[in-house]
């Protein structure tokens, strides 16, 4: 339900526009208000599933989430859509984390952890991919409001089942957030992805572009100097000290750019471009979504037979492979959008299962959900920054077709270094 929302308003992004009276710039941020809040919440909501017990933590942000998902499904203008938007991101940032958590305290290190971390895996590629599907069905059947109407029945029937099937635990440790810290690093996240939106319209040399970026990145530094000196920290600095945390924390980055930026502009492409209605661009999607969903649950097999990092950077050479393709933008459905979607699915679907077991394994009970949190919070940040800076570079071209071509290239030249990030941060042998 959490990575779905991510996906499963890009279908209905011109139906909103066209309804709510939404500018081309605007209508980024009924990604991006999701996004940003879900990203920079993530490392105080994966701290809360430690402080406050993984079960009351994970009831209470499915809560909020429906409740979200409710004032979204009935806003009237833009700005109350946005503010609900930003109100499913905290309660997605309770939920992404603790999820996780739960299933790495749960499993002990070892095949039956992988194999969770696979179905986790698998389930929530499925529901990155399956956004476009629904969404384009809900959108053309009924309306796009209820891309996000659909998540308050959901949200029930999983607290119902969540009270019956979660176990009882306890708090691993005393309980207090770092609530500064969370509000520096989400405003400051904030402030650049406002900052690089706005360069659209008025350029990089701009004040109106400066202004917000120079203070996110102020903000980031006073963020860092907060942390150092506090008690309790959101992020203990000497945690992404470690080798193998920083490195999946910035593979993480750099994926995120690339995947959240390929769902939004293959989206636009295919109804903008390609004259596809809402329900014909959701089912484009369906091989996408098959082959997350495979690649994802075969993961736990090939790492059997080779090296979490090995895994990593063949999966990351058929990504590479499938950006390039999609890059050239050739005619037609099956060569343009469907085959370097295959290849790019397939590198998302095999990266993510190694990446999890690499951050957690060896990991303190007491900091698995802040772990989680980084892992997750990584991504979002690196899809909602590299959203912003995308749609920029695609605007600066004369036609769509030719900055989407653009965008996955660089969607590429970012992957590769991913793989440099493997080869120097990531052991070459792991548990």
Known sequence: MVVLDVSIVNVALPAMRAELGFTETGLQWVVNAYALTFAGLMLLGGRAADLFG??????????????????????????????????????????APTTLTILTTTFAEGPRRTAAISAWNAVGAAGGAAGGILGGTLTELLSWRWTLLINVPIGLAIVVTGLRVIARDRPEGSARLDLPGAALVTGALTAIAYGTVETHEHG???????????LGVLGLGVFVLVESKTARPLVPLALLTRRTVAGTTIIQVLSGAIFFAMWYFLSLYLQTDLGYSPLEAGLGFLPHAVTLIATGRG?????????????????????????????????????????????????????????????????RREESGLVSG?????????????????????????????????????????????IVVALVFLARKSR
């Not at 993984?54 to 409710?70: C, D, E, P």
């Not at 990089?204 to 120079?214: D, F, H, Q």
């Open 374 to 418: 980084v892992l997750g919070a990584s991504r979002q940040v690196g899809g909602s920054l590299g959203l912003a800076g995308l749609a920029t570079v695609a605007a600066t071209f004369d036609t769509p077709t030719a900055g989407y071509s653009a965008v996955f290239l660089v969607g590429a030249g970012l992957m590769a270094v991913s």
């Open 204 to 214: 990089w040399a701009s004040p109106v572009s400066l202004v917000p970026l120079a």
């Open 54 to 95: 993984r079960k009351r933590v994970f009831l209470t942000g499915v809560t909020v989430f429906a409740l979200a998902s409710l004032l979204g499904g009935m806003a009237a203008d833009p700005g109350l859509l946005i503010a609900a938007r930003v109100l499913q991101g905290v309660g997605a940032a309770v939920l």
């Open 299 to 363: 993961a736990p097999y090939l790492l059997r037979r080779m090296t979490p990092r090995t895994l990593l950077l063949g999966a990351s050479v058929v990504a590479i492979a499938g950006m390039l393709l999609q890059a050239a933008m050739l005619d037609g459905y099956v060569l343009g959008v469907m085959i370097p979607g295959i290849l790019m699915c397939a590198g998302a679907g095999l990266a993510f299962t190694p990446l999890v077991v690499l951050a957690t394994n060896g990991v």
